[in-house]
C-alpha cells in the first residue's frame, strides 16, 4: 500500500518521522507531504472542534493512492462528540487527529497513533468495525479502546480483503 502523510496545523516532525518509519516498518510505502494550514472552513465555533469531513476533501485534492492527514486539532463527526479519525470506506481519504491520544509516554502516544493510521487506513481498503476488542479494526470510544487493541488486524480482517496484508511487521 502506498500512503501519502498529510500534516495539516502544527503537528511535530518527530512523530511524522515516527509514524512513517512505523508504517514502512510492516510494508507500506510511505511519502511525507509538506505540512499545511488547518481550513478554517472546517472549525465549528459552537463546538470549539473540527469537521472531520473537511480534512478528507482536503486530501482528496492531493494525488497518490491513499492520503492521510495528521492534525493536532480536535475533529468531530455527526453524531459523534468527537473522533480520532475517520475515513472514506473504500477511498483514499484518511484523518487522523493527535489531539485526544497524547501521553506522557511517549512511546505510548506513538503506538495510539499507529493503531488510528492502521485503523484508518484499514477503512480505506473497505474494512469495516470488527467486533474483536483486541483487533485494530475495532471501533475506538475511548482511550481504553485504543489501548486495548493491538496494531494488527485480526485473522477475520485478514482474510476479508485480497492482496496480502495491509500492514505486516513480522
Ligand atoms: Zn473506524
Ligand atoms: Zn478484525
Redesign the pocket.
Known amino acids: 500500500m502506498q500512503v501519502s502523510i498529510l500534516p495539516v496545523g502544527e503537528v511535530e516532525e518527530e512523530i511524522l518521522q515516527e509514524l512513517s518509519e512505523g508504517l514502512r516498518g510492516g510494508g507500506l510505502r510511505v511519502t511525507l507531504l509538506p505540512c499545511q494550514k488547518v481550513p478554517s472552513k472546517a472549525f465549528n465555533r459552537r463546538r470549539k472542534q473540527y469537521r472531520g469531513s473537511a480534512f478528507l476533501e482536503m486530501a482528496g485534492r492531493y494525488g497518490g493512492k491513499h492520503v492521510l492527514v495528521v492534525t493536532d486539532v480536535d475533529l468531530y463527526a455527526e453524531p459523534l462528540n468527537f473522533v480520532f ?1 475517520q ?1 472514506e470506506m473504500g477511498g483514499r481519504a484518511a484523518v487522523i487527529s493527535l489531539h485526544r491520544l497524547r501521553s506522557a509516554d511517549r512511546g505510548l502516544f506513538l503506538l495510539r497513533v499507529m493503531k488510528e493510521a492502521l ?2 487506513l ?2 480505506n481498503i473497505d474494512l469495516s ?1 470488527c467486533p474483536d476488542d483486541r483487533c485494530v ?1 475495532h ?2 470510544n475511548t482511550l481504553e479502546d485504543t489501548d486495548r487493541k493491538g496494531p494488527g488486524f485480526c485473522g477475520e480482517c485478514e482474510s476479508r480483503r485480497e492482496g496480502g496484508p495491509l500492514w505486516d511487521p513480522s
Do not use: L, N, P, T
Request: aromatic share 10%.
Open positions: 479519525g475515513a485503523h484508518e484499514g477503512h468495525h479494526m471501533f475506538s
